[in-house]
C-alpha cells in the first residue's frame, strides 16, 4: 500500500527545495525565531524558580505560559491570514519580545512575586507568534508543486524537531556563564531578530487574504467553518493522538528508567526518539508515495501506535532505546502529513489556521498524555501504560481510514 514510485531518482531532492528562491533565506529566518520557543520552556522555567525559590510556582508559571500560547495559536492565526504576516507578524514579535524581557528582568533578581510572575507569562504566552504555522504556509508559495512541497515539509518538520533539542543544549551552556533569566533575554532577541528578518523575505510579497469589512472575523464562525473540513479533522484528530504518544512517552521513559535504577539514561531515551524522529522524517520526505496522504496517516499512525505498545516490552533500557527510537521514525512522517493534508483540505485564506490547529492538536495532546498516564503509574505495570499511551493513535488511525472511505 505504501510502495514508492518506481522512478524516485527523478524526484527532486531536499537541495532543490534550498536553492528554490527566496527559500533558504525565509526558511532561515523563520528557524533563527523558532529557535527562541526551543530555548523558552526550560530558561523560563530555571529562572522563575530561581527568583522565587519554589518548584510549584516555576511549573504553575510555565503551564500558564504553555497554555495561552498553544491554545491561542488558532486565534493568532487567523489575524495571519486575515491581514497577511507582514501586518499581523511584527505587532507579535514586538510585543512578545517585550514581555519577555520585562519577564528576564524581574526574574534576574530573587523575590519575584508569583503573581506578578503568572500574570506576565499569561500575556506573553497569548502573544506567541505562530512562526511555525506562517512557515508551512510560506512553503506552498515557495515550491508549489506537490512532490517539493511535500519535501520542504518534512525538512521543516526535522528542523523543528532538531530546534527543540539544541534549544535546552544551549540554555544549558549559557546557565553555566550567566543567570538562567538571561536564556529568556536571548529568547525574546531571538524571536524579534528571527520575525524581522522573516516579514523582510521577498517570499512575504503579496501574501494574506484581506477579507470583506461585511464579514468581521470571528474566532466562532470561522472554527465552525474549519472543521466542517474532513480532511482538517482527520488531521488535527491524529496530531492530537501523536502529541499524546509523546506526552505519555516522556513521563513513561522517566518511570522506567528510575525502575531500572538508571536515571541517567532518560536523556538517552529521549535523544534516541529525537534522533529516530529526524532519520524518518528525511527519509519519507525523500520517496514519492502513491497511496495517498489519508492513507498514508493512517498507517504512520498505527506503526507509531504498535511501536509504542513493543516499547513497553522492553526488559531494560538499552532494548528501550532501540524501540524508542523506532517509534521515533514515525513521529515526523505523521505529523508532516497531517500538515500536508490540511494545508490541501483548506483554501487559501485559512491556510495558516489550518496549520495552527494541528499544532495546537499536538501540544494539547501532548500536555493531556502526561496528564493521563502519570496518575496510572502508580497503580498499573508499566506494559500496560504504554499500551493505554498507544491507544488514542491508533483509534484516530481508524477514525481516519473510516472517513476517508466515507
Same mark, same amino acid.
Given at each position: ?9 527523478? #524526484? ?54 504553555? #497554555? ?295 501540544? #494539547? ?38 472517513? #476517508?472511505?466515507?
Amino acid at each position: 500500500m505504501l510502495s514508492p514510485s518506481p522512478t524516485p531518482s527523478r #524526484a527532486p531532492s531536499y537541495a532543490t527545495v534550498l536553492r528554490t528562491r527566496h527559500a533558504s533565506r525565509t526558511f532561515g529566518a523563520a528557524l533563527l525565531g523558532r529557535l527562541s520557543y526551543g530555548m523558552i520552556s526550560l530558561s523560563l522555567m530555571l529562572a522563575v524558580k530561581d527568583a522565587t525559590g519554589s518548584y510549584s510556582v516555576a511549573g504553575a508559571v510555565m503551564a500558564l505560559f504553555g #497554555a495561552t500560547s498553544v491554545f491561542l495559536s488558532p486565534a493568532r492565526a487567523a489575524l495571519i491570514d486575515r491581514y497577511g504576516p507582514r501586518r499581523a507578524l511584527p505587532p507579535m514579535a514586538i510585543a512578545y519580545a517585550l514581555l519577555l524581557s520585562v519577564l528576564a528582568h524581574v526574574t534576574w533578581q530573587p523575590g519575584a512575586s508569583g503573581v506578578r510572575l503568572g500574570a506576565l507569562a499569561v500575556t506573553a504566552g497569548a502573544c506567541t507568534p505562530p512562526l511555525g504555522p506562517v512557515m508551512r504556509t510560506l512553503w506552498k508559495g515557495l515550491v508549489p508543486d506537490r512532490e517539493l512541497l511535500r519535501r520542504a515539509y518534512s525538512l521543516d518538520g526535522v528542523a523543528e524537531e532538531l530546534l527543540f533539542v539544541t534549544g535546552p543544549l544551549l540554555v544549558g551552556l549559557l546557565v553555566k556563564v550567566a543567570e538562567p533569566a538571561a536564556g529568556v533575554a536571548v529568547s525574546a532577541a531571538l524571536v524579534l531578530v528571527g520575525t524581522s528578518t522573516l516579514v523582510a523575505s521577498p517570499a512575504l510579497r503579496g501574501t494574506g487574504v484581506r477579507r470583506p469589512r461585511t464579514k468581521p472575523l470571528s474566532a466562532a464562525p470561522s472554527r465552525k467553518r474549519l472543521f466542517g473540513v474532513a480532511g482538517l479533522r482527520h488531521a488535527a484528530a491524529v496530531a492530537a493522538g501523536v502529541g499524546l504518544c509523546l506526552g505519555a512517552l516522556d513521563l513513561l521513559v522517566v518511570a522506567f528508567a528510575d525502575r531500572h535504577g538508571q536515571d541517567a539514561a532518560v536523556a538517552w531515551v529521549l535523544a534516541a526518539l529525537s534522533a529516530g524522529s529526524a532519520v524518518g522524517g528525511l527519509a519519507y520526505g525523500a520517496v514519492s508515495w502513491r497511496a495517498s496522504s489519508r492513507l498514508r496517516l493512517a498507517a504512520l499512525a498505527v506503526a507509531l501506535g504498535l511501536s509504542l505498545l513493543a516499547t513497553g516490552l522492553s526488559p531494560n533500557v538499552y532494548v528501550l532505546v532501540g524501540t524508542v527510537a523506532v517509534a521515533g521514525l514515525f513521529v515526523a512522517p505523521a505529523l508532516t502529513t497531517a500538515y500536508l493534508i490540511a494545508d490541501e483540505s483548506v483554501d487559501a485564506g485559512s491556510r495558516t489556521q489550518a496549520g495552527a490547529w494541528v499544532n495546537t492538536a499536538v501540544n #494539547a495532546g501532548s500536555s493531556g498524555g502526561t496528564a493521563v498516564v502519570g496518575p496510572m503509574l502508580g497503580h498499573l505495570p508499566l506494559a500496560a501504560c504504554f499500551a493505554i499511551a498507544a491507544a488514542p493513535v491508533l483509534l484516530c488511525a481508524a477514525f481516519t481510514v473510516g472517513g #476517508a472511505r466515507r
